[in-house]
């Protein structure tokens, strides 16, 4: 299994970045994705999760920090997730992760908002926001 994270960079507050990760050797489209950050001298924090919940539909949930200025989306045919970051704040320079777990792991939503619930991580990619 393998988790490739691409599309950080440096840019001015304000600025939009859209992040992506292409998930291989799993079957995608049952799993949790979520996308995680982890600032200097922080521990890692949730950022925002797109789940698959089998008869009832998929669903989506943000941390209240970024609700509203990001958006999360998932093309399975790509096996791809996104994460499309718009009116940044300096508050928000990390470095991204993405993770996937099978999504009916655990019933209760929020222990998706654990990074110790994630089977798969990828390698990071750098976001830094300048003011």
């Known amino acids: 299994v393998q988790l490739q994270a691409s599309g950080g960079g440096l840019v001015q507050a304000g600025d939009s970045l859209r992040l992506s990760c292409i998930v291989s050797?799993?079957?995608?489209?049952?799993?949790?994705m979520g996308w995680f950050r982890q600032a200097p001298g922080k521990a890692r924090e949730f950022v925002a999760l797109?789940?698959?919940?089998?008869?009832?539909?998929?669903?989506?949930f943000y941390a209240d920090s970024v609700k509203g200025r990001f958006t999360i989306s998932r093309d399975n045919a790509k096996n791809t997730v996104s994460l499309a970051m718009n009116s940044l704040k300096p508050e928000d320079t990390a470095i991204y992760y993405c993770?996937?777990?099978?999504?009916?792991?655990?019933?209760?939503?929020?222990?998706?908002?654990?990074?110790?619930?994630?089977?798969?991580w990828g390698q990071g990619t750098q976001v830094t926001v300048s003011s």
């Open positions: 993770a996937a777990v099978h999504s009916l792991k655990y019933a209760d939503v929020t222990y998706y908002y654990r990074d110790s619930t994630y089977d798969y």
């Open positions: 050797g799993r079957t995608f489209s049952s799993d949790a």
């Open positions: 797109i789940r698959w919940s089998g008869s009832s539909g998929g669903s989506i």
